[in-house]
């Protein structure tokens, strides 16, 4: 089943000049399938420069708007609509306005997890990856950082800007749990614990790093430790088995998204087939919104 399903969906990407898209939280079998597996940051990237004219996004809503905003000449395809964010969904463009009215001289700088109307009302976006990047490209020392109040703490605690920090969370990573990351420590006493800035300051204190998923992948490559625990959603224990297959690693905290997930094999297979669900935006919110996202894609992280 999984190999038909595999081969027909094979044929019908050439067929549609498609490029399928997953990030590292997506499940084994479609990370094995997709053309580039990544962060939000290098999917965006490869999103604004393909030349394929469809991009099947395995993701999350916010993620396919994102490839939408940057390449609105290609149609994206998010095979399962229902993927969505409640990271995204904490914020509106009414409460941001009016801490922005709250604090007029400060640039809000926006976590990419978040609605396309808020990113058109914004200075900048960032991912994990760049955030700190970003607040310190931003021309003012006064940021309002928004949805996700661990990563706005994370980066005001290596910034000398003020920081209005807005109270939004990832569900899955605001709950990790630390004590389950404390028995794996004590399973695994050689191993490090990598942690996602999503999580909360506590399990920075007891990991060994504290990055975005694409830096977990480069720190692994530059350390000569064996083991690590992943303090992030499990599908990215999958990503870091596939390309270190000589280190062992395991999960941290019980962080699993459920959105993630929702993407199948036969959920690609049908979108491929019927050209559907296209993403679209309002093309005012989208040029808007560009100017943002096109300064995340520039500040190197
Ligand atoms: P990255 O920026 O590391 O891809 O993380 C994305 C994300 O949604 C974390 O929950």
């Known amino acids: ?56 996004f395995c ?48 640039l809000t700088v926006l976590y990419v997890n978040s609605p396309a109307d808020v990113k058109a009302e914004s ?15 931003a021309p003012s020392d006064e940021i309002i950082f928004a949805p996700d109040r661990n990563l706005g703490t994370f980066v005001s605690r290596r910034s000398d800007k ?3 920090i807005w109270n939004g ?15 794996r420590m004590e399973e695994w006493p050689d191993a490090e ?17 504290v990055l975005g ?15 690590f625990i992943i303090g992030t959603e499990e599908g990215m224990v999958y990503r870091l088995r596939t390309l270190y297959p ?5 999960g941290g905290g019980n962080i699993y998204c459920i959105n993630m997930k929702k993407i199948t094999l036969q959920k690609i297979l049908d979108s491929l087939r019927n050209m559907e669900p296209i993403i679209e935006l309002d093309p005012r919110i989208r040029k808007k919104a560009n100017a943002a996202v096109a300064r995340m894609t520039e500040v190197t992280e």
């Open 162 to 164: 003020t920081f209005h």
């Open 193 to 209: 614990l990598l942690v996602h800035p999503e999580t909360p300051p506590a399990a920075w204190d007891i990991a060994h790093a």
């Open 1 to 56: 089943m999984r190999n038909k399903q595999v081969s027909e969906i094979k044929s019908l990407k050439d067929e549609r000049d498609a490029v399928i898209l997953a990030h590292s939280y997506q499940p084994p079998e479609i990370q094995d399938i997709a053309d580039h597996v990544g962060d939000s940051l290098e999917l965006s990237r490869i999103a604004a420069i393909t030349e394929s004219s469809v991009i099947v």
């Open 169 to 183: 969370a990832c569900r899955s990573h605001a709950i990790a749990d630390l004590q389950h990351m404390q028995t």
């Open 213 to 227: 998923t694409g830096g977990m992948i480069r720190y692994v490559g530059e350390s000569s430790t064996k083991r």
């Open 59 to 106: 993701g999350v809503k916010f993620m396919a708007e994102t490839a939408h905003i940057l390449s609105p000449q290609k149609t994206v395809l998010l095979p399962e609509p229902e993927a969505g964010c409640p990271l995204a969904d904490c914020i509106c463009v009414p409460a941001l306005k009016s801490m922005q009215e709250l604090y007029p001289d400060a």
């Open 123 to 137: 200075y900048a976006c960032c991912t994990s990856a760049n955030a700190l990047a970003v607040v310190e490209s």
């Open 246 to 250: 000589d280190r062992e690693f395991t």
